[in-house]
């Protein structure tokens, strides 16, 4: 199973918004709604911010949005703050019952 | 609130097994609703998932199929915990291992252990 394509990197200014990609195939991203996406700050656990394409846990603030077309799944964080700058990594739930992540995106506050 | 808390050993020798356990509290490793994964992060290899067992009347394992046939996870539900275990390990193994909460169907990875960084060298 490859892992999913994100960028390597992303970057916007405060208030501005970024979105970041994660491209997969029909036998992941494009057959279910199991998209995640994870926020990770260095050396900290990932942190869950979307689950199931589009839902926010918890907590989580609702300047982050989730999209799927296909088999491209999409991260929109609005408003961007200091503390998003982090790395971000999507991940779905395949045809082979397992579980793929993205290569990770790393966001720049600028 | 769920807590995972893991333990094992930091260094494993090549050709040896690669062991950990994550402890749960706040739920059960026989929830009919959740799974319990092992996740492994490098800066070589990113995020990679490992593989997950869950209970559904019975027991179900899945695991990446790169690692299949090097990988155990095995519930203990009298300790309310899970373990990982990896066999024949090289170098190319030495990552961070977290253990993680899924909560099926769809709701993603909500629950991380602290993460035991795992060194694979003679």
């Known amino acids: 199973q490859s892992a999913l394509t994100q960028p390597a990197s992303v970057s916007g200014s405060p208030g501005q918004s970024v979105t970041i990609s994660c491209t997969g195939t029909s036998s992941d991203i494009g057959a279910y709604n199991y998209v995640s996406w994870h926020q990770q700050h260095p050396g900290k656990a990932p942190k869950l911010i979307i689950y199931?394409?589009?839902n926010r846990p918890s907590g989580v603030s609702n300047r982050f949005s989730g999209s799927k077309s296909g088999n491209t799944a999409s991260l929109t964080i609005s408003g961007l703050q200091a503390e998003d700058d982090a790395n971000y990594y999507c991940s779905s739930y395949t045809r082979s019952s397992t579980w793929v992540f993205g290569g990770g995106t790393k966001l720049t506050v600028l | 609130q769920v807590q995972l808390q893991q333990s094992g050993p930091g260094l494993v020798k090549p050709s040896q097994t690669l062991s950990l356990t994550c402890a749960i509290s706040g739920d059960s490793v026989s929830s009919n609703s959740a799974a319990w994964n092992w996740v492994r992060q490098s800066p070589s290899r990113g995020l990679e998932w490992l593989g997950r067992?869950?209970?559904?009347?019975?027991?179900?394992?899945d695991y990446a199929l790169s690692l299949k046939s090097r990988i155990t996870i095995n519930p203990d539900t009298s300790k309310n915990q899970f373990s990982l275990q990896l066999d024949s390990v090289t170098p190319e193994d030495t990552a961070l291992y977290y253990c993680v909460r899924e909560t099926s169907p769809d709701g993603g990875f909500d629950y991380w252990g602290q993460g035991t960084l795992v060194t694979v060298s003679s």
């Open positions: 067992a869950y209970y559904r009347s019975k027991w179900y394992h």
């Open positions: 199931a394409v589009s």
